[in-house]
């Protein structure tokens, strides 16, 4: 797929709201291999014929909606963290924060999973 058809389907997407992802791009590839763009801004599919930019999108994303996320539902305000270490870092903090294990929990189980749940329990009480 050319970088004008790319652009386009990327520029037509975004006016209909759509923010496809990696898969939607690269099946926009698949399916536009070999496409050109018509004078009357039409892409002309060689052996199928034309489709206008607009309906192509309305079918990619309704053969592939998990391929389209909404600009609007996308978080304009969150920062993506900037490297691998900071996220790693996130995530092991995230996880070592485990919730506390009460009596009502020792009560709800039985079995192993009590008994795990008691040493989790005695060795939280140590700390």
């Not at 690269?26 to 309906?55: E, F, V, W």
């Not at 998990?66 to 995230?94: Q, V």
């Amino acid at each position: 797929m050319s970088d004008h058809l790319e652009s386009l389907i990327l520029t037509e997407a975004r006016r209909q709201n759509l923010l496809p992802n990696a898969d939607a791009v690269r099946q926009a590839a698949i399916d536009l291999a070999g496409a050109s763009l018509t004078p009357q801004n039409l892409i002309h599919l060689p052996g199928k014929g034309s489709i206008s930019p607009a309906d192509y999108i309305r079918s990619l994303h309704d053969q592939m909606p998990e391929g389209f996320g909404s600009i609007d539902s996308e978080s304009h305000t969150s920062k993506p963290s900037n490297s691998l270490t900071e996220r790693y870092k996130a995530e092991i903090a995230a996880s070592r924060k485990q919730p506390r294990i009460t009596e009502a929990d020792l009560a709800r189980f039985s079995g192993i999973t009590r008994q795990h749940l008691e040493e989790r329990y005695g060795a939280a009480k140590a700390k």
